[in-house]
């Protein structure tokens, strides 16, 4: 069992600009894209904001994750 966190980029349109959702908050990037899939796949477990950046906890063993 292993657990990781990443820290997820801003998701950008096709100018290279950051998205912002209808409310103005920035849009970030899904976690499939930032997670490691090798040797061993992470999945997300939560994600959380610290100081203005998006982070996602990821682990290979979720269920045992939140069972904790």
Avoid at 32 to 57: D, I, K
């Amino acid at each position: 069992m292993s657990v990781t966190i990443k820290q997820l980029p801003p998701a950008l349109d096709e100018s290279g600009a950051p998205v912002v959702d209808e409310n103005g908050q920035p849009v970030f990037d899904t976690a499939v894209n930032v997670l490691p899939r090798e040797p061993r796949r992470y999945r997300e477990v939560t994600q959380f904001s610290l100081f203005g950046n998006q982070y996602v906890l990821g682990a290979t063993d979720r269920d045992f994750i939140l069972a904790i």
